[in-house]
Each structure stands twice: as C-alpha cells, then as structure tokens.
C-alpha cells in the first residue's frame, strides 16, 4: 500500500495545522505529491495526492478552495511558509478545520522537492515488499507443487496466502479439493448460471476467462485452469477482505502452477495408457516376459492369472486403472473398434465394472498366455455388444457366460443378426399382408417338418398348411428340406421374435 499521510510527515517533520484531528484521517494513503499555484488545481489532481502551495495567490475566503480539494480526494495539503507568507494563513488554517482536509505547515528549510522524492521512496520501497512478498509466496506454492498430494497441496496453501480458503472444481463445476469453510455452493452456482447464458455468437456453455464476485465480508475470484478454448477445470479463492495486488499475483502464481501440473499429469498419464497398451499387444503377441519387463522397469508387475477380461467402452479406462490392470486396445486382429480392457482377478469384477458406470463385458477366467487372453478379450467384446443393447432398469454388465448359456443367438452382433432376418424374411414380409406365411413357418419348424402337429398348433388342416408352405418355398426360392435352409430360416425367425419383443417392451415403457 502506498505511505500514510502520517508516515509522510513524520518523515518530513510537517508540522500538523489543522484538520488532523478527526479518527483515521491520518491514515490516508498518499499515492504522489503535487505543487501548484493555482486558484483551482483540481482539474490537474487525480485524488490521493499530498498537494503542496506557498500560497502566493491565497486571499480573501478560502472555503472554496478547500472545498474543491476536499471533492477531489486530495489527502492532504502542505504549506510552505517563509516565501509569501510567514505563517499559515488563519483563513486557510479555518476552512481546512472546518471542511476536515488535513493542513500541514511545511518548515522554509524543507524544499518541495524533498518531499515529493521521499514519497517517491516510499512507493518503491512498498512495491519492493509487494514484489518481495508475490516471490516468497510463489516459492512456497512451488514448493508445494513438488509435494506428493500435488494440486491439492497448491490449493492448501493458498488459502493460507490470501487468508481465506480455496477449492479446485473440475470441468463440470464438481469440487475436487477445497479447504474449510470453502463457499463452493455459490462458486459451482455462477458457474453453472454461466455456462447456461448465451454467449454473443448465440451459443449455450458460454465460461468466463475469469470471475471475480463481491458480497457483505466475502470476495472470490475465479479462475479457469487449462491451456484450450474449453477449461479442464476452475481454481477459486475467497476471502472476507478485498484481494491486494499482491494477493492477485499469488492467486495467478497458483493458477499457472495448477494449469502445469494438470498439463503434466494428463502427459504422464497419456505414456502410461501407452506403455499398459504396449504390455498387452506384447502379452498377445505371446511374449509374456518381455511384456513383464516393460511393465516392471516402470516399477508395476504383470496381474496373477487367473482373471477376467472386462472391455468397455474408451471414456472408462480412467475408472479401470484405478483398480486394475487397464489399457487402450485399438482396431486390430478382428477387433472393429477401440476398446477399454481391463485384466482383473474374478471376484473383483462386479466392483471394477460398476464403477465404469458404463456398459461392460466380462470373459471367462483366462491366463496371460496368447491364445487364452485373445479368447478372453474376444469373449468380452462379444459381451459388452450385448450389454449395450441392454435396457439400463436391467443392468449394464454381462457376462459371456450368460451369452453362451443363451445358445448361438447370444454370441451374434444384435445389428448383423437383425440385417440378416430382416433380409432372409423378406420375401414372406413384403407379400400382401399374409403374416399367415410367417407364422406357418415358424410352427413347421417348430414341429420339425411334422405336418399333423404343425396343423394342430395353427388349427388350420394339414392340406391348408402344405399350400402354405409350397408358397412360402416358391417366395423365398429355397428348399425347405434342405436342413442347411431350416436352420438359416429358424434363426432368422428367432432374432425377428426377439425384436419385436424389445420394440414390445420398449414400447410399454413408454
């Protein structure tokens, strides 16, 4: 803060005339010293400076004067005696009493210039503590940075910095960290007010570059944390006093140490995901002891078999290396996607899936030989397949063991299988609206090729169901006695019924 008024004239021997005596008057900062003659020198004030006159044109009623120095914030007025006048004017001394400006009497022996160079000290020295306080600050949050709680570390100690508390929130407004007595509701409220308000090119999840909020013994700041055009998350700061500019310097200190850590640490995490990917390409390619040594020079150790493989889609790898051995596997060796996997032992499946919060497929127990993780990975994508079809009121993991207990309908991709009976049944589908063809079908099969008991279960006569079934042969241009064709036409007819009873379901959910 610059000097007091106190300060200045101690240091100047300014001998107190009039207008001093009222409570914290003297505490008044004194931002620069000006002379001047003029009847009005206002016009060339900016408030907060230590005026200094000899007077030479001060006559008559002075209140005006006073007054206009009281309006523009002027801290004080000195007066140097010995040049136009002996003494401080009474006039003067008078209306500076009256109007409340402090009035010093400034000694002949005192140049102005004087006074105006140890002001000028005075400002340095103070920016010099300021600066010397913002660098001893940054060297302790640094410091802090370079601890094993990291950010978190960061967030501590600038709460003590300000005096106030701190909070790390992330990209969707939740709190991460924050000391006590955060006031996050309000903090993680203006964000989310924030993001819902139009922005000037008429788009929604519009976010401040920074946010400063003021209410009765509360001011906090707000600070997005990221290098991009979208934050990864916002730092904030609350005190009960106004921030001084030091304070604002230790605040951006931190926001930039918490942007560097955030930076590296995605970094480091993103070799990692690399080097786990790296480990299980090297485990399916066979080489089992060279992927032990990659993982183990970085200080981690292969899983002990036996487990389960769990894939899921890529955005839960972040929740699977929590618990598990996890990795990116990307397209390749019939694998159509990029998937997450995870290798974990089988009573810890459950736990692992459900905190993917996601659609996960689990495998049958494995080892981490080739043949038997690739099964174990193919098993698990067949399963996550079926588990994103799933009704979410049914659960979202699935095991490939349910899937092979369903028979051969559960081990095919829903969206093949539904092409290919759509395709298959066309023909039957599209003629008139003879769904009587369609069911005829299907209890033919049912009955195996029986006539009687096909009959019997449409209560229809055999003759009818034998017409029926030389037109269904005639449209599909297939020989129905051919066993190759009834199984192609059964699991046509099964993945249809197994539709329509999803649409049915869906349809009364609704």
């Not at 810890?348 to 690739?374: K, N, R, W, Y």
């Not at 039957?428 to 096909?454: E, K, P, Q």
């Amino acid at each position: 803060m610059p000097p007091s008024l106190q300060t200045v004239a101690r240091r100047m021997n300014l001998r107190p005339v009039a207008g001093t005596t009222r409570p914290g008057v003297l505490d008044a900062a004194v931002r620069w010293v000006a002379v001047s003659e003029l009847a009005d020198p206002t016009p060339y004030l900016e408030g907060g400076e230590l005026l200094l006159t000899t007077g030479l044109r001060m006559e008559g009623d002075l209140t005006g004067y006073v007054g206009r120095l009281v309006h523009r914030g002027v801290a004080g007025l000195g007066f140097g005696v010995g040049v136009s006048h002996e003494e401080v004017p009474p006039a003067l001394a008078e209306a500076a009493e009256s109007a409340g400006l402090p009035l010093f009497e400034v000694p002949r022996e005192t140049p102005f210039i004087a006074v105006g160079k140890a002001v000028s000290e005075l400002l340095a020295a103070e920016q010099y503590e300021e600066i010397s306080r913002a660098f001893a600050a940054q060297g302790r949050l640094t410091r802090a940075a370079l601890r094993p709680e990291g950010v978190h570390a960061v967030i501590d100690r600038l709460a003590k910095e300000v005096g106030g508390w701190a909070a790390l929130l992330d990209e969707s407004g939740e709190v991460r960290h924050a000391t006590h007595g955060a006031n996050t509701a309000l903090v993680a409220a203006e964000l989310g007010r924030r993001r819902g308000r139009p922005s000037d090119a008429g788009t929604a999840d519009r976010l401040p570059a920074s946010l400063a909020l003021s209410g009765p013994g509360e001011h906090v700041v707000v600070q997005p944390l990221g290098g991009g055009a979208r934050p990864r998350g916002f730092f904030a700061v609350g005190a009960p006093h106004a921030f001084t500019p030091v304070a604002h310097t230790v605040i951006n200190a931190a926001g930039s140490l918490l942007t560097l850590a955030m930076e590296q640490g995605r970094a480091q995490l993103a070799a990692e995901r690399r080097v786990r990917s790296a480990v299980l390409e090297l485990l399916l390619a066979g080489e089992r002891e060279r992927a032990g040594a990659v993982l183990g020079a970085l200080g981690g150790r292969l899983p002990e078999p036996p487990l389960v493989a769990l894939a899921a889609d890529p955005p839960a790898l972040d929740a699977f290396g929590t618990h598990a051995f996890a990795a990116l596997l990307g397209p390749s060796g019939g694998r159509a996607e990029e998937v997450a996997v995870a290798l974990v032992p089988e009573s810890a499946a459950e736990e692992v899936a459900q905190g993917a919060q996601a659609p996960v497929g689990v495998s049958l127990p494995c080892d981490l030989g080739a043949t038997g993780l690739g099964n174990a990975l193919d098993q698990a994508g067949r399963a996550l397949e079926a588990a994103r079809g799933r009704a979410r009121g049914r659960g979202r993991l699935v095991r490939f063991g349910e899937l092979s207990g369903q028979g051969l309908l559960g081990l095919l991709d829903p969206a093949a299988a539904q092409a290919f009976a759509a395709a298959v049944l066309a023909p039957l589908t599209t003629y008139g609206s003879r769904a009587d063809l369609v069911a005829s079908l299907r209890a033919y099969l049912d009955s195996n090729g029986h006539w009687d008991a096909a009959a019997q279960q449409l209560g229809v006569h055999r003759h009818t169901l034998r017409y029926r079934m030389r037109r269904v042969a005639e449209l599909l241009g297939r020989d129905l006695d051919d066993p190759g064709t009834r199984a192609e036409l059964w699991l046509a007819l099964e993945v249809a019924r197994g539709s329509a009873t999803s649409a049915s379901r869906r349809g009364s959910s609704r």
